[in-house]
């Protein structure tokens, strides 16, 4: 049986070599992987010698427990992209995956927040602690940017220019793209760098634009914990997801006459296809504010 824990390291190995993939990409390949050698354990199959009719029974039986198909397209995917890379390198001859059909996927519309949410949201820290200072800093960013969550908590302090009013970000595919702040956000930023966090890592052994109490880089969890906290605080009972702030921050631009490409840009989407999303939600948003208040709605 090959040992299908060491053929999968080697793929994502590869895989970050060729694309410069994200942590969290790799992690989603990985976890979907892994899964999939687990059951061809129990059934006793050799992940170089799977059967087309096997990885569909697989697929199958993921379908019974009741998996969305976004999970199962986004599997089908990482296992495309396995067998392919296990097919160039000589490991197979046949590709058991390649006609195998993807479930379809319906659109859905990201969830966001409107404007007067997001003030309230914004203003839920106590600005008169440290740590209020930061968090404030962080969600005024987030919002005045359309960052990843992933992209603002692996923010460094040179990565921000102040006076230029700019960030520079490293997206997917380790792709930069500077993006404005807006006056808001660098005023925030000025006053946490200025009040809080020389008192946080004085001896500046932490890259780190944001920290911690334990004097660490902020985490993606860490932060979403934050944003859950904070909105329960203000009362938002809409449905969450770390990039609420990321969504909210597209869909306000092009309510208010914002260029497509330009979102795009500022986004760091390769693809226009990507951003279109926004487009929906916003004639959503409208579509539903008419019904509300015009006579004829």
Not at 152 to 171: A, D, F, I, M, P
Request: hydrophobic content about 40%.
């Amino acid at each position: 049986m090959t040992d299908s824990a060491a053929l999968i390291e080697r793929f994502l190995d590869a895989l970050w070599m060729e694309r410069g993939l994200s942590d969290n990409t790799l992690a989603a390949y990985r976890n979907d992987l892994t899964q999939f050698a687990a059951w061809l354990t129990k059934t006793h199959i050799d992940i170089l010698s799977i059967e087309r009719h096997q990885v569909a029974q697989y697929l199958e039986l993921r379908d019974t427990q009741q998996r969305s198909p976004r999970s199962s397209a986004r599997l089908l995917s990482s296992l495309r992209r396995f067998y392919a890379w296990c097919r160039r390198e000589r490991l197979i001859e046949d590709d058991p995956v390649r006609l195998l059909s993807a479930p379809k996927l319906g659109r859905t519309l990201p969830d966001t927040l409107s404007e007067a949410e997001v003030e309230k949201l914004l203003g839920a820290p106590d600005s008169n602690t440290p740590l209020g200072i930061r968090d404030r800093g962080m969600l005024e960013l987030l919002y005045a940017t359309g960052l990843r969550v992933s992209e603002l908590v692996s923010l460094e302090e040179h990565q921000v220019n102040l006076r230029q009013g700019v960030v520079r970000v490293t997206g997917k595919g380790q792709k930069e793209r500077l993006v404005p702040m807006g006056d808001v956000a660098i005023d925030w930023l000025r006053r946490y760098l200025a009040e809080v966090r020389p008192e946080q890592d004085a001896g500046h052994l932490c890259k780190a634009l944001f920290l911690t109490r334990r004097k660490s880089g902020m985490t993606r969890q860490a932060f979403w914990h934050l944003i859950k906290r904070y909105a329960r605080q203000v009362g938002i009972t809409s449905h969450l997801s770390p990039h609420t702030l990321r969504h909210a921050f597209a869909t306000h631009l092009l309510n208010h006459g914002a260029d497509l490409r330009a979102v795009q840009m500022l986004l760091g989407h390769s693809n226009i296809s990507t951003t279109q999303i926004y487009t929906h939600v916003a004639k959503a948003r409208l579509q539903a504010l008419h019904a509300l208040h015009h006579p004829r709605g």
